[in-house]
């Protein structure tokens, strides 16, 4: 008596979403798609420590191998070929942060690679719009809390990308006025007030440097900046919104950020994603080029 047999392709594909699975918190939703696939096998929403929905998402992609063959010449790299340049291009466009997820469903690991940021490292590859393989990192493991913390983080860095290419304009553009801003702003009389003008500029500063210290995983110091106009108005009063003493300790915090900033900027731009900028904005890259060490611009 014949029945249907189960492709071997089925299974395979049930094996790995159920090791997937298991490598996700419990409290985060896995919603499965219901329509055609165009390279989205689910997306993840993520729900907080305190059990809240918070209504970030990421799209999956989920491939699975018996057993991945790691590298020859490379030992921490797998190559994932065979995707069609114009899902790349669909995967790279997408409103949601899409990841491949590769399953090696004999040691029941799970490994992850974002298409945003792999795109960008091998930009010029890319443009051909030809064959375009991913190379996953082994240590890009979804393993544990570490795990967990890397893929998250990588996460919100490509969901904010664009605020961040925003943010490294603005740097440039105004990296001289900081600079001006800080030696004309320091070692003034404590008690006295700051006018509107100079807290706008400030809060400019502040917002600017935070944000890109924290895409950028640097040490942030600093309290809100709210924090230090209270303290300014408890100790000289609520005239001004903030005094010289609190401005003055702004802004050496900003002014020591600057240069770590700046370098990390300069090696992403003009190594790390050179042909991802080169492409896009020449102008900028030339101008990050230019920039020494001790970050100074030849052309000030």
């Known amino acids: 008596m014949e029945f249907p047999k189960r492709a071997k392709q089925h299974i395979s594909e049930t094996t790995s979403y159920k090791i997937f699975a298991l490598k996700v918190p419990n409290r985060w939703i896995i919603r499965e798609i219901t329509e ?3 390279g989205i096998d689910c ?3 993520i729900v907080n420590d305190k059990l809240q929905v918070t209504g970030e998402l990421i799209s999956i992609q989920l491939k699975s191998r018996e057993k991945i063959e790691w590298n020859v010449t490379e030992p921490t790299k797998w190559t994932l070929s065979g995707i069609d340049i114009s899902t790349t291009n669909y995967w790279y466009n997408f ?4 990841f491949i997820f590769i399953v090696d469903q004999t040691t029941n690991e799970v490994f992850f690679q974002s298409v945003s940021d ?12 030809k064959i375009f393989s991913y190379k996953i990192d082994k ?3 979804l393993e544990g809390e570490v795990g967990l913390k890397k893929f998250l983080h990588q996460y919100y860095k490509d969901k904010s990308r664009k605020e961040f290419e925003k943010n490294i304009v603005t740097f440039f553009a105004n990296y001289k006025h900081y ?3 800080f030696e004309e702003n320091t070692n003034r009389d404590v008690f006295l007030g ?3 003008s100079r807290v706008l500029f400030a809060r400019h500063f502040y917002n600017n440097i935070y944000f890109l210290s924290m895409y950028l995983g640097l040490n942030w110091n600093l309290s809100p900046f709210s924090d230090y106009e209270k303290k300014s108005q408890s100790i000289f009063g609520d005239d001004y919104d903030l005094y010289e003493q609190q401005l003055d300790e702004i802004i050496v915090n900003l002014n020591n950020m600057q240069l770590p900033i700046l370098n990390l900027l300069k090696e992403l731009i003009t190594s790390a994603e050179k042909d991802y900028w080169l492409i896009n904005d020449v102008k900028l890259f030339n101008f990050v080029l230019n920039a020494t060490d001790d970050g100074q611009f030849p052309e000030w």
């Open 139 to 141: 240590n890009n493991l």
């Open 36 to 38: 055609r696939d165009y």
């Open 118 to 129: 792999y795109i960008k490292l091998n930009y010029l590859e890319y443009q051909k719009q």
């Open 43 to 45: 997306y993840i929403e």
């Open 95 to 98: 409103s949601v942060p899409v």
């Open 194 to 196: 700051v006018e509107t």
């Open 179 to 181: 600079v001006d801003f």
